[in-house]
């Protein structure tokens, strides 16, 4: 039990395209989504937290305009990085909050050229 | 001061021994204590869980979270070349509040098992 999936696992983008990112609770409804970057080498990042049916609330330093975060459903939430640019390169990690604890995603692994 | 304090290593150890790894945190609010295992390029993976002090045992991995003196620990037995790769310790407030869910994580450490 407790899986959640993203898509795609891996994107190429050019500069200035947008991409969508998704996640999905498979088995069990989450209220709350997160999402995380992370570096080579690095722990994660906490970027948003993700309630359904509301709006997300962003870490300090995170701009929402550019990290559109939409969660519709119970078992599903999206990221959008707008007009990428190269430095948004990154591996990015959601995750699903169970009845005890985050259970993450296996990643996506962002390349803008 | 990070929040959580973990060392990052690399930690090699020979297949077979016993592997140590460690957190120190500052905050006392916190009340559960999680280790997750990363693999390189995949997402972190809930090894143990274990809500305020004491043991919780699973196969070869034991944590271990002592609340008095901000410490947790997680005591891999028999290791494996497949326990290769990072470990995060991550911990979380009581339930409720705005807070609820949100992990801090340390900084990960990086095992090697070889053969």
């Known amino acids: 039990g407790a899986v959640v999936s993203q898509h795609p696992s891996r994107v190429i983008c050019k500069s200035g395209t947008s991409v969508k990112i998704e996640c999905r609770s498979l088995d069990f409804q989450a209220t709350t989504m997160f999402w995380y970057r992370q570096f080579p080498k690095k722990s994660l990042m906490l970027m948003a937290t993700?309630?359904?049916?509301?709006?997300?609330?962003?870490e300090q330093g995170v701009e929402k305009d550019k990290f559109l975060i939409n969660h519709a459903s119970l078992t599903l939430s999206t990221l959008t990085v707008t007009s990428a640019h190269p430095e948004d390169s990154s591996f990015y990690i959601c995750s699903a909050l169970g009845a005890d604890t985050q259970y993450f995603g296996p990643g996506t692994r962002l390349t803008v050229l | 001061q990070k929040e959580v304090e973990q060392d990052p290593g690399p930690l090699s150890v020979p297949e077979g021994a016993i592997v140590s790894l460690n957190c120190t945190y500052s905050?006392?609010?916190?009340?559960?204590f999680m280790w997750y295992r990363q693999y390189s390029r995949k997402g972190p993976e809930l090894l143990m869980y274990t809500y305020s002090s004491g043991n919780k045992e699973d196969g070869r991995f034991t944590a271990q979270v002592d609340k008095s003196s901000k410490y947790i620990s997680l005591f891999i037995r028999d290791s494996q070349p497949s326990d290769s790769a990072t470990y995060l310790c991550a911990m979380s407030f009581v339930a409720g509040g705005t807070s609820y869910g949100k992990l801090t994580f340390g900084q990960g450490t990086i095992l090697t098992v070889h053969p």
């Open positions: 993700s309630n359904e049916g509301s709006k997300a609330t962003y």
């Open positions: 905050n006392s609010a916190f009340q559960y």
